[in-house]
């Protein structure tokens, strides 16, 4: 059976050029040449097997992390490997590790809030790995509300430094039972970083200048142990068996820990040497920098996830053939093992499983386009923070937040789903899905909540409404409000299915959904007299309006992506069918939202569900090439299901008798649990 292709009927029927599909989703021809590289080099080494992780023992599953993670720090530096193939290294080696932390957070806290002469010292350090970073803002009871941090950075004129000191219960504000107030989370704190970045309240001569990021040594460089005043540890085991396991979360007490006055990172504010406190011409909010740029970072990934999650499904739901007449269909050439499902359904085309799993699909394709975005607005508001205009702040904000939000939640329901459109085997770890979804789920809390988040972008949506009477117009993705006027008064105009495959009109109708529900909430919100109150009153409310929002963000994005020139034969027409998938799909679940607000009339929604329907029907023969389009490797899919080739079943069945469970036939406990119980039946059932 090697060698033998049990999708390809399935790759023969696409109608598009797979390969300029590729490079549409990897984003440009280098990019798909960096990733198919360096994809290739990690499936092929033995070094970054992955198939055990699920088995191993905690403390083996660490240790081999370390393992992986010194072998590609290796390859990288033989390899003379540049910034961008070594990211995509550590992406496709696919173990979460402290070098996530180190290169996706310490970094660029580094980057942002250091000063330059600080950055010249720090940054050669990190780049090498000579000292190796987390970022450890949370506390065990605070996470969400950073303002509320109770880490305490004291100046101490008469040697300096500051004194770092995690608060004891006594004098705490809380109620917690716990003894120590301490940082609590980080990922690489646990039992590898050297340093951190630490989120701490910064007090000089008595007063109390809110949260500020030190750099603090933690662990010495000689030995590895904790320097002075330092407790540092694991918090234990996470969801999942492998899965996030691989990092050392950590938690940490700093005991009066002394660090030199110029470890505070001193881009946003200073303390002199007199122990003054300035303040630069930056916003304040720039102490919180380093999460917009993950957020931005997390949207890109969740595009990742997703599609990993998908292809598998989509594969198997192509393999897996269910009813039908065994007997029915005329015999092929191929394998007998192919002919004994001639006649039976693919699952993928009960039209159920394909209006579950195309709108995943489509959601990838969509997550890949804004994610591509908001990178490009993260670059954007980058260039004019280094030029003093923080104009774009607040909406890069709200867009980070909103669409972290919206993505992390649609990807890890996306993936649950996948695992569930996979059948009985979804639910085995060899289907690769159990892990993926325990790895990604944690997404939707950190880097912020996702409700936390969406109340963010909530704040921004009310405060433009508030500022629409006066005159200010708003821009970028809230452009929109600007025309709130025709957009509360306008009627969608489709008479035809067809008519759904309008960009404007779809435009339309997703903008006066967003505007109609932002300005309900103002409206409400305007009846109370306290508007805190108020907004907590009606944050539930709110946090619809917010994900109103962030939709359209994602479908005009779609939309513009597809105004673009696209080579490749029949690839933009492939792509406006999924475009179509996306906001059709939207439109058909929160139908609710689009009816109650009249834009859309109860005639309108069905033909907006027939035209659903028969994209759904242009995307089927496509479906294995969209997900090819993806360029992964079996070793990055990490699914039996998911396999290039499709041929599933005899490779479950090799997979089950390697299970450890498997080595002996008798299992070990029979002599001791199964044999005397059985005696016993066997015993009673003679009496
Ligand atoms: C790729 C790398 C690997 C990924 C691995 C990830 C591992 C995980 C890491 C972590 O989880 S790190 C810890 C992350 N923690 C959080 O995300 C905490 C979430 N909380 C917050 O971000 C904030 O505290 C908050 C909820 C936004 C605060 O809300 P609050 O209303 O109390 O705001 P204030 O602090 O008072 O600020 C008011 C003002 O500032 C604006 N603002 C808030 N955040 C930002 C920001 N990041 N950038 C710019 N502006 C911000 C906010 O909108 C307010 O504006 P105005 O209304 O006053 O105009
Ligand atoms: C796997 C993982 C890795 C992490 N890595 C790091 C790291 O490297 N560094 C770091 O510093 N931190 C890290 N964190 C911590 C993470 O950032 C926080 O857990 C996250 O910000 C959520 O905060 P919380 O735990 O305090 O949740 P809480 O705020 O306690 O949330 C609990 C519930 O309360 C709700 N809620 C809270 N506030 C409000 C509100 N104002 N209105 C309405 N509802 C609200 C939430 O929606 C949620 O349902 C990590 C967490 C995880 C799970």
New binding site residues.
């Given amino acids: 059976m090697a060698g033998v292709d049990y999708l390809a009927d399935e790759r023969n029927k696409a109608e598009f050029d797979v390969d300029s599909m590729k490079i549409v989703w990897a984003g440009s021809r280098h990019t798909f040449e960096v990733a198919d590289r360096i994809s290739k080099l990690v499936a092929n080494d033995p070094a970054f097997r992955k198939d055990d992780r699920p088995m191993l023992p905690r403390k083996e599953l660490f240790k081999n992390t370390l393992r992986k993670a010194a072998y590609a720090w290796k390859l990288i530096t033989e390899l003379r490997l540049s910034e961008e193939e070594a990211s995509k290294l550590r992406f496709f080696v696919d173990e979460p590790a402290y070098t996530?932390?180190h290169w996706?957070?310490f970094v660029p806290a580094l980057k942002g809030q250091c000063t330059d002469e600080q950055q010249s010292k720090w940054l050669p350090l990190a780049y090498k790995m000579q000292i190796i970073g987390c970022?450890a803002?949370?506390e065990l009871g605070h996470?969400?509300?950073?303002?509320g941090l109770e880490t305490t950075a004291t100046f101490d004129p008469q040697t300096d430094e500051f004194v770092i000191h995690s608060p004891t219960l006594t004098s705490s504000k809380c109620y917690h039972t716990v003894e120590v107030l301490c940082t609590w989370w980080p990922?690489g704190l646990g039992k590898v970083s050297t340093h951190a970045v630490v989120y701490a309240r910064l007090i000089t001569d008595g007063k109390d200048h809110g949260v500020h990021g030190f750099i603090v040594q933690l662990r010495s460089m000689e030995d590895h142990k904790p320097l002075p005043g330092i407790t540092v540890g694991d918090i234990g085991m996470k969801f999942g068996n492998g899965a996030y396991n691989t990092m050392d979360n950590g938690v940490l007490t700093l005991d009066h820990v002394r660090i030199p006055r110029d470890q505070m990172m001193m881009r946003v504010s200073q303390v002199t040497r007199e122990g003054k406190y300035k303040q630069s011409d930056v916003p304040r909010?720039l102490v919180?920098g380093t999460?917009?740029y993950?957020r931005q970072?997390?949207v890109a990934d969740a595009s990742c996830a997703l599609s990993k999650a998908v292809c598998i499904a989509t594969r198997y739901s192509a393999v897996r053939r269910q009813f039908g007449s065994q007997n029915g269909g005329p015999e092929t050439q191929s394998a007998h093992y192919r002919k004994s499902y001639t006649g039976l359904i693919q699952v993928i085309d009960y039209k159920t499983q394909q209006n579950r799993l195309f709108p995943l699909l489509a959601s990838a394709y969509a997550f890949r386009f804004v994610g591509e975005w908001l990178k490009w607005l993260y670059t954007d508001v980058t260039q004019r923070l280094a030029v003093n205009d923080f104009s774009t702040?607040?909406e890069a904000?709200a867009c980070t937040a909103g669409l972290k939000s919206l993505t992390t939640t649609a990807t890890a329901d996306g993936i649950e789903e996948c695992r569930k459109l996979c059948g009985g085997h979804g639910y085995l770890c060899t289907s690769g899905l159990p892990e993926l979804f325990a790895v990604y789920v944690p997404a939707c809390t950190?880097?912020?909540d996702n409700i936390?988040l969406l109340l963010?972008v909530a704040?921004f949506l009310m405060?433009t409404v508030s500022q629409i009477g006066s005159g200010k117009q708003p821009v970028g993705t809230i452009a929109y409000m600007g025309r709130v006027e025709h957009l509360l008064k306008s009627r969608c105009s489709v008479q035809r299915a067809e008519d759904w495959l309008n960009p404007s009109q779809v435009l339309e109708a997703f903008e006066a959904r967003a505007a109609r529900m932002s300005v309900s909430c103002a409206q409400n919100l305007s009846k109370f007299s306290n508007p805190e109150e108020g907004f907590a009153e009606l944050s539930a409310d709110l946090v619809e309006a917010a994900v109103a929002h962030c939709q359209l963000i994602v479908v005009s994005k779609f939309l513009d992506k597809l105004q673009q020139d696209i080579p490749g034969k029949g690839v933009k027409q492939l792509l406006q069918a999924v475009c179509g998938i996306y906001y059709l799909s939207l439109l058909h679940k929160h139908q609710g939202e689009f009816l109650a607000t009249s834009y859309i009339t109860p005639k309108q929604a069905a033909l907006a569900s027939d035209q659903l329907r028969a994209l759904y029907s242009k995307v089927r023969p496509n479906a294995i090439a969209l997900v090819d389009s993806f360029n992964y490797t079996d070793h990055f899919l990490g699914s039996i299901l998911g396999c290039y080739d499709g041929n599933v079943y005899p490779k479950l069945y090799e997979a089950a008798k390697k299970d450890p469970l498997n080595d002996t036939v008798v299992p070990d406990g029979y002599h001791e649990y199964l044999k005397p119980l059985l005696k016993q039946q066997l015993h009673s059932a003679k009496l």
């Fill in positions: 996530d932390l996706g957070m970022y803002q949370t996470g969400s509300n950073v303002q990922g909010q919180y999460m917009v993950v970072k997390i702040l607040p904000h950190y880097e912020g936390v963010q704040r405060k």
